[in-house]
């Protein structure tokens, strides 16, 4: 079974810099490990639905970015600590909203949920003037 972490959540003020981090363990085959995962990661704003934020391949080298955090938003990937990355900057308070990362057993980024096969609990941003 696999498992999704999220950590690095907080109340940060507006401005400031944000790292979060999720780590997964297990895998789906012995053969089919982190390394073999496209990574998302998703928010969920009070009163909103769920929306896409970023994600990036199994190999780490492609990212795919919602628009309105192009700049702002990094995701990266450590095959080696099993740990994908969303650092956060110039934060602003319409960034506030659970942060959810997912993992796609496929490899390829995708910003559909659907194309999520795990996922993890979530870890709260919320931002204050």
């Known amino acids: 079974q696999v498992q999704l972490v999220e950590s690095g959540g907080g109340l940060v003020q507006a401005g400031n810099s944000l790292t979060l981090s999720c780590s997964v363990s297990?895998?789906?085959?012995?053969?089919?490990?982190?390394?073999?995962?496209?990574m998302g990661w998703f928010r969920k704003a009070p009163g909103k639905d769920r929306e896409f934020v970023a994600a990036?391949?199994?190999?780490?080298?492609?990212?795919m970015y919602r628009d309105n955090v192009k700049g702002r938003f990094t995701i990266s990937k450590d095959n080696d600590k099993n740990t994908v990355y969303l650092q956060i900057s110039s934060l602003k308070f319409e960034d506030t909203a659970v942060y959810y990362c997912?993992?796609?057993?496929?490899?390829?980024?995708?910003?559909?949920?659907?194309?999520?096969?795990?996922w993890g609990q979530g870890t709260q941003v919320t931002v204050s003037s």
């Open positions: 997912a993992a796609d057993t496929s490899g390829r980024p995708a910003v559909s949920e659907s194309r999520y096969d795990y």
């Open positions: 297990g895998q789906t085959s012995p053969w089919r490990g982190f390394s073999t995962y496209a």
């Open positions: 990036i391949n199994y190999l780490g080298d492609r990212t």
